[in-house]
C-alpha cells in the first residue's frame, strides 16, 4: 500500500468521512451537495467526499447517481464515470464541477479504492448510505444525471445513461471562457 493510501486510512480522515455520511443520512447536508429541484445550494454546510475535498466553487454542476459496486468495466455507471472525467477534463477551467453520489451502499473504503481504481481525479465521489440524496431528487434510476447551476436550480436531467455529447450541448453559452 502506497503512503498516500495509508494517509487516506488513517482513522481520523475516516471518521471525518463517515461524519459527513451521517450528516447525509439525518438530511443535516444533503441539500450542500446538490438541492432538490428549485432549492438553493446552503453556502453554510459543506458535504465532503470519500476524500475528504470539500465541493469546489462552479458555475455548473454535474452530479451523477450511480452504484459504483459491484465494480466491472461493463457497467453503466463506470462508462457514465468515464464520460464525467472527460466532462471534467475539458470544462472544469470553464466553471463546471462534477460529482458522483454512489448508490450501491459500498463502504468508504471501497468507495476510497473506487476513486483511485476509477481514475477520478478531480470528480468527486460521495456516499449515499441510506438513500437519502436519491430519495431527495427523485432518483428512480441508475445512472441519473442532473445538471443544476450554482444556485441549485436544476438545468437539465438524464433519467438514463447520458453521452457527453448530450450535456455539452446543455452547457452550450452557460459556461463561462
Do not use: C
Request: without cysteine; charged residues 15%; positive net charge.
Amino acid at each position: 500500500m502506497s503512503q498516500h493510501h495509508r494517509f487516506l486510512k488513517r482513522p481520523s480522515v475516516r471518521g471525518l468521512v463517515v461524519l459527513a455520511a451521517a450528516a447525509v443520512a439525518t438530511g443535516t447536508i444533503a441539500a450542500a451537495v446538490w438541492p432538490a429541484a428549485g432549492g438553493t445550494r446552503s453556502q453554510d454546510a459543506v458535504a465532503y467526499d470519500v476524500l475528504h475535498r470539500a465541493p469546489a466553487p462552479g458555475t455548473l454542476h454535474l452530479v451523477a447517481f450511480l452504484a459504483t459496486q459491484p465494480d466491472t468495466a461493463a457497467t453503466a455507471s463506470r462508462s457514465q464515470a468515464v464520460a464525467l472525467q472527460s466532462l471534467q477534463t475539458q470544462y472544469g477551467a470553464k466553471g463546471l464541477t462534477t460529482e458522483i453520489i454512489d448508490e450501491s451502499g459500498a463502504s468508504v473504503d471501497a468507495l476510497v479504492n473506487t476513486y483511485y481504481d476509477w481514475q477520478l481525479g478531480t470528480v468527486r465521489l460521495l456516499p449515499d448510505p441510506t438513500g437519502k440524496l436519491a430519495q431527495r431528487h427523485a432518483v428512480h434510476n441508475l445512472p441519473t444525471v442532473v445538471l443544476s447551476d450554482a444556485n441549485g436550480t436544476v438545468v437539465k436531467r438524464w433519467d438514463a445513461p447520458v453521452l457527453t455529447v448530450e450535456v455539452a450541448q446543455a452547457l452550450t453559452g452557460r459556461l463561462t471562457g
